[in-house]
Nanobody, 118 residues
Framework: QAQLVESGGGSVQAGGSLRLSCATSRITFSTNVMGWYRQIPGKQRELVAQINVGGTAEYADSVKGRFTISRDNEKNTLYLQMNSLKPEDTAVYYC????????????WGQGTQVTVSS
C-alpha cells in the first residue's frame, strides 16, 4: 500500500522558516501530482501548493511569495520550504499524492504540526 510520511514541522516565531518533507513509498512518484494541504481545527482542509509531474507549481494566494514547493524524483520526496511564516500559517500540514495515470482521490500522509507564534 502507498505510504506518505511528513516531517519537519515544529514551532517557530513569526518571520521564521521551516522546511517540510514528504517521503513516499509504494507509489510511482514521477507520475503523481503532489500537493501540500493544511487544516486547522473547525475549518476545511485547504490546498497550500501543488506541483505536477512536469515540475510546474501552483500556490494558494495566501502563501505566494513565501512558500516554495519542490520534488526530488530520485528520492521520491516532496518538500515545502516555508519562509516569512505568519501565525495564520499554524495548522496541520498534509502531503497528498494523486497519480495522473490512475486517477482517483489519491493518498494522504498522517500530517505534521506547524505552529507559528507571535
Amino acid at each position: 500500500q502507498a505510504q506518505l510520511v511528513e516531517s519537519g514541522g515544529g514551532s517557530v516565531q513569526a518571520g521564521g522558516s521551516l522546511r517540510l518533507s514528504c517521503a513516499t513509498s509504494r507509489i510511482t512518484f514521477s507520475t503523481n501530482v503532489m500537493g501540500w494541504y493544511r487544516q486547522i481545527p473547525g475549518k476545511q482542509r485547504e490546498l497550500v501548493a501543488q506541483i505536477n509531474v512536469g515540475g510546474t507549481a501552483e500556490y494558494a494566494d495566501s502563501v505566494k511569495g513565501r512558500f516554495t514547493i519542490s520534488r526530488d524524483n530520485e528520492k521520491n520526496t516532496l518538500y515545502l520550504q516555508m519562509n516569512s511564516l505568519k501565525p495564520e500559517d499554524t495548522a496541520v500540514y498534509y502531503c497528498n499524492a494523486r497519480d495522473v495515470l490512475r486517477g482517483g482521490s489519491g493518498y494522504w500522509g498522517q500530517g505534521t504540526q506547524v505552529t507559528v507564534s507571535s
